[in-house]
Every structure is written in structure tokens, then in C-alpha cells.
């Protein structure tokens, strides 16, 4: 099915036509769909059954759009027309969009429609690696003993609160500059400038000169913006929640750094870290723990409405 691509009403009567009762439409490739098919077996329904379709699968008329944009624009078409919710073969279906959250929650740029959901973190990656087993991930991917496993730093074991601590002043810097739309060429989705080695300690020269550019780069009538997304990424801060602003990529690339610093002497095989880690990681996620509910609630809320 995923090598086929239909049109939106294509898609739509193959929904109408079918006996399963809930459709999700997913943007990312590498690890949503089995992510969030783990969720929703997670809550044992619906009765009727569900798919899962990439957001590929769905051609849209004289768009050039990809990714997480087109899922949008997507979800809009079906909204216009009203198709979000339909029925046939004797029950009622919904359509349900799964995208990246990419900071929007910060921005305040979230769509508003239950038929909507975005992830808790940055991205789906980053899920893996706030709610699986990076100890037990780390072991499989180096072929580590269990007992040098247990003995990893926190830095590894919990890789993403770590690395956002640390990245604290370029997390700030790139999401205000990026969500704001400051051309600064500051990226989130890029290793840090400011810090050692870009995942080592901040460097207060380079800090310094970053914050610096990016005031400098501020147009009239930005400073107040850049005062408000500032004090919101503080506010995510002091309640432990920076790590939902990293992408799960940047997490890979800190951890390769880490466990390269803590195995200087006695080398161990990292190259499972950065090309396999993630998939590891799904397998060790506890989907009916806590967490999932962030997911299950939204979900069957459009189910049952």
C-alpha cells in the first residue's frame, strides 16, 4: 500500500469503503509509523481497526510541498471540504494527523482542531529518547556488558534532559532566532556553535557573540517578541521541560560524543549509535506506561466526538 499514491479523494472513498474506523496520517518516515502504532494498540481500540498511512501516500494538486508543510496543507483541503469525519460501510470514520511539534508549542503556532495532534517533544526521535530505555539501547548498540551498562553516566542514561541543560544558551538562541524568523542562519536543527566541540561545555566568548548577533539582526518592533519567546524558553527551563526544543538527531550525535569521551582508553564499537540507536530504542518503549496517555486521550477524544 505505501508504494501507491492517491489523490485526497482517492484517499477518502478508500476511507469510506473500509470497515476500520480510525486513519492516521503520519509525516515522517523512520519511526512513526511504528510508534504510533504501538500507541494506539496500546489502548485496545478502536474495535473496528485503524491504519496508518504516510503523508506521501496522498498526492495533492499543484503543491510542491513536503514533509510536515504538506501534512498541513493536507489536513486543511480535508477540513475545507469537510472530510475529516466520514461515514460508510455502516460506521463512522475519523482522520487524525500526527505531526512534528518543532517548538510550535512555544511559538504558539499549533493548529487548533482535535483532528490535529503534535508530538510532546521536538519530533518522534526525540519521544524515543525521553521515554525508551537509553541504557538498555546503548548496551545492544555497543555490545556492552550489562554491568558496563549499568555503570553509564547519567549524561548517557538520560542523554536529552543532559544535552539540554548543557545547550541551554543555544537552545534559547536558535528557537527564538528560528520561530521568530530572525535571520540570524542559526538553526535548531543544528549541533551547537557555542559550546566545545558543539556537544562539549558553552563557550562564553561565542555565547556572547551569538546573543549579540542575534539583537543586532532584531527589525523594529522585534525586541518585545524576542523578550516574550526568551522568557517562555526560561519558563520551559525552570520546569525541567527544555529537552522537548531538541530534535531526537542532535540526542544521537551528543551520545556518539559522550560514550567516545567515556571509552577514550578502552574503545567500544559506536557505529550502531548514530544508524540503529533510534529503532533500538522503539523496541524498549513501555507504551502503556504514563506518557502514552498524552496520546491515547487526544485520540479518543476524536474517536468518540
Known amino acids: 500500500m505505501r508504494r501507491l499514491a492517491y489523490s485526497a479523494g482517492a484517499f477518502v472513498r ?51 510541498a513536503g514533509g510536515k508543510p504538506a501534512a498541513i496543507e493536507l489536513f486543511r483541503l480535508l477540513k475545507q471540504q469537510g472530510r475529516l469525519k466520514v461515514t460508510g460501510s455502516g460506521n463512522i470514520k475519523s482522520i487524525i494527523f500526527m505531526l512534528d ?30 521515554h525508551g530505555n537509553i541504557a538498555e539501547a546503548v548496551r545492544i ?29 543555544w537552545i534559547k538562541i536558535s528557537q527564538s532566532s528560528h520561530l521568530l524568523g530572525i535571520r540570524t542562519g542559526f538553526k535548531p536543527s543544528d549541533p551547537s556553535p557555542i ?6 561545555q558553552l563557550d562564553p566568548n561565542a555565547s556572547r557573540a551569538a546573543e549579540q548577533l542575534l539583537r543586532s539582526k532584531c527589525q523594529t518592533g522585534e525586541e518585545l517578541k524576542l523578550k516574550r519567546m526568551e522568557a517562555r524558553i526560561n519558563n520551559l527551563s525552570s520546569r525541567g521541560e527544555l529537552g522537548r526544543l531538541v530534535k531526537g538527531k542532535l540526542v544521537s550525535g551528543f551520545l556518539l560524543y559522550e560514550l567516545k569521551m567515556r571509552f577514550a582508553n ?10 540503529g540507536l533510534s529503532a533500538i ?5 513501555d507504551f502503556s506506561a504514563d506518557w502514552a496517555g498524552y496520546y491515547r486521550d487526544q485520540i479518543r477524544l476524536v474517536v468518540a466526538t
Open 141 to 169: 548498540a555497543c555490545s556492552l556488558s550489562k554491568a558496563e551498562a549499568a555503570a553509564l553516566p547519567r549524561d548517557v542514561t538520560d542523554a536529552l534532559n543532559s544535552l539540554s541543560a548543557r545547550w541551554e544558551e
Open 14 to 64: 478508500r476511507v469510506q469503503m473500509s470497515t476500520d474506523e480510525l486513519f492516521v496520517i503520519v509525516e515522517g518516515r523512520d519511526h512513526d509509523v511504528p510508534f504510533y502504532e504501538g500507541i494506539i494498540e496500546s489502548m485496545g481500540e478502536p474495535k473496528r481497526g485503524f491504519q496508518i498511512w504516510l503523508r506521501e501516500q496522498i498526492a495533492l494538486p499543484n503543491s510542491q
Open 281 to 285: 530504542l522503539l523496541t524498549t518503549l
Open 195 to 200: 559550546n566545545g566541540d558543539k556537544y562539549g
Open 101 to 130: 511539534d518543532d517548538g510550535d508549542f512555544v511559538a504558539n503556532k499549533r493548529l487548533r482542531s482535535p483532528h490535529v495532534i503534535y508530538t510532546c517533544h521536538a519530533d518522534v526521535e526525540s519521544e524515543l529518547f525521553g
Open 266 to 275: 578502552d574503545p567500544i564499537s559506536t557505529k550502531s549509535v548514530k544508524s
